[in-house]
């Protein structure tokens, strides 16, 4: 097993300097302002009962949006979901605090506490963040990880991933032997102090009593052993552990946006953007875009396509035309340097201004801001057959914007197999992990991408 030095007081050490910061922007705030508000007689008593309760409330909140439970494989998107969900309830609590306190500091200072910590623990934690990224792409603070069993498609991506994305620290070790021997194996163990094993949960080619004493021999050896389902096998993802007094069951799972609540936020945040978006933006700016679409090539200003949707029930989804008139744009996908592509049509999808339109089917109720991209009926009617997950994203809208997108999962490149599943597996994490935070950073980074410019968009 890896012997690890520092890591276990790395987590100790972040929660001391997050109790530090909270206490000291508190009396930084109050000695500044005292001498405006002139508190007389200071109930000290009170406003250390004031500190401690918030800093209390921050490590139980943590509990629940897992502030430090950061694996390291987790990317800047998803840890600012988890940071800013985070924080502003934490900011939340601040600002009730002040409003039913007797704290007379807290009353009138309790806005600007709120502002500054947020401002602090964003920026302080971003930094913490990519330096940790930083150590990792230099070789430190690195994991031990080996692979075992035959290759799959799932083994491959994530040992594509591991191996592509220094950042996530893990240094793999290959298993130099064609034949599976305990002596061996655990002797390899012990030479590269491996921290994980990982093995696939189906058609690993090791029977099932090989498999048994690999388990036992991890657990002797305290090696984490991480199995990888496939893609194609959607059974996992379907169902939950929940526990019947000791009993573990497997029950069908129930995804965030099944709940109603979470449902009516959604689509009340969808109307408000879509329309802010149509009445200050595309006032303005669909005539230009028009106008460029015209005067570049012949044809239609708009392009609409059937699509599936919530369901698989098919729409139109509209876009602005960046192709010359074809008849194969429901039969061929676009591939890289297309030469249907018009000169203002590379602009358009570069900076993926050609979904703008989109915002009416939004409007409509037929998609959502942010959710996994519509494809083709065909290239859906496809996969559907090959990939056992693919049918989850039809459990949501579709969106203008998403998960996969906005990691640059997009494009026909590559194995195609291998990318789509990685992009399905993107937009099934997105299923089962929504929340409204999550959108607002998917949609910060797609504004981002529209301003920067998207290499892999074409």
């Known amino acids: 097993m890896q012997k690890l030095r520092f890591s276990k007081y790395f987590k100790g050490i ?7 910061i909270i206490a000291f922007v508190f009396v930084f705030f109050f000695h500044l302002r005292n001498r405006e508000l002139q508190i007389q007689n200071v109930d000290w008593e009170q406003n250390g009962l004031s500190v401690l309760l918030l800093i209390f409330f921050w490590i139980l909140l943590s509990g629940r949006t897992k502030l430090y439970d950061i694996p390291r494989n987790l990317t800047y998107t998803l840890y600012l979901e988890r940071l800013i969900s985070h924080i502003l309830i934490f900011l939340f609590g601040i600002i009730l605090l002040g409003k039913v306190s007797n704290n007379i500091f807290l009353k009138y200072e309790r ?6 910590l947020f401002v602090i623990f964003f920026f302080l934690k971003s930094i913490i963040f990519f330096f940790l990224k930083f150590l990792r792409t230099k070789g430190l603070n690195f994991r031990n990880v080996m692979f075992l069993g035959s290759k799959t498609d799932a083994s491959e991506i994530l040992e594509n991933a591991l191996k592509e994305r220094r950042d996530y620290g893990f240094k793999i070790h290959p298993y130099p032997h064609s034949e599976i021997r305990n002596d061996e194996l655990t002797a390899f163990w012990s030479e590269n102090g491996i921290h994980t094993l990982y093995m696939p949960a189906h ?28 893609t194609d096998n959607n059974h996992y993802f379907n169902y939950e552990v929940m526990y019947i007094e000791t009993q573990p069951v497997l029950s069908p799972a129930k995804f965030p ?17 879509s329309a802010f978006v149509l009445v200050f933006i595309a006032s303005w700016l669909f005539p230009i875009l028009a106008l460029l679409i015209k005067v570049n090539s012949k044809g239609p200003v708009f392009f609409k396509q059937k699509r599936y949707g919530y369901h698989d029930e098919v729409f139109y989804c509209y ?21 249907r592509i018009t000169s203002i049509g590379k602009f358009l999808r570069k900076t993926s201004l050609d979904e703008m339109p989109q915002f009416i089917n939004v409007l409509f109720g037929e998609m ?10 065909l290239v859906d009617d496809f996969y559907k057959r090959k990939i056992g997950k693919y049918t989850i994203r039809s459990l949501v809208k579709p969106g203008i914007t998403g998960l996969a997108q906005v990691n640059g999962l997009r494009g026909d490149t590559g194995d195609m197999n291998v990318e789509m599943k990685k992009r399905i597996l993107a937009d099934a994490f997105y299923v089962k992990n929504w929340s409204p935070i999550l959108d607002l950073v998917i949609i910060v980074k797609t504004i981002y991408l529209v301003l920067a410019g998207d290499k892999k968009a074409y």
């Open 14 to 20: 972040v929660i001391l300097l997050d109790i530090f």
């Open 111 to 116: 806005f600007g506490l709120a502002i500054s």
């Open 203 to 230: 058609g690993s080619g090791i029977s099932s009593a090989q498999q048994n004493e690999i388990y036992r021999q991890a657990e002797i050896h305290k090696i984490k052993v991480a199995l990888i389902p496939e």
């Open 257 to 273: 946006l099944d709940y109603f609540s979470n449902w009516l936020i959604k689509r009340i945040f969808d109307v408000l953007f």
């Open 319 to 339: 876009k602005f035309r960046t192709m010359v008139v074809n008849n194969e744009s429901a039969s061929k996908t676009t591939k890289e340097n297309d030469d």
């Open 368 to 377: 959502s801001v942010v959710g996994p991209r519509p494809h083709m009926l």
